[in-house]
């Protein structure tokens, strides 16, 4: 199935879950990412069981803190 993951399309094995394309983009400290899934937020506790499905547009979202 193609993904666009981050503003690129990429091809993946279907049956894939959010925590696998974690896994599979090799993304750092993941407890740290939000996701969105075609814009929708997908909370952190459903990563495991949140499903992809060909065409699904992914954008991990990384929280920058400083300043003061």
Not at 44 to 56: H, I, K
Request: charged share 25%; glycine share 12%; proline share 3%.
């Amino acid at each position: 199935m193609k993904l666009t993951v981050s503003g690129n399309v990429k091809e993946y094995a279907g049956g894939l879950t959010v925590r696998k394309l974690l896994e599979l983009e090799q993304v750092e400290t993941p407890e740290y990412v939000t996701v969105s899934v075609n814009d929708e937020f997908i909370p952190t506790g459903d990563f495991d069981t949140a499903a992809l499905s060909d065409g699904d547009s992914v954008e991990f979202l990384y929280f920058m803190g400083g300043g003061r």
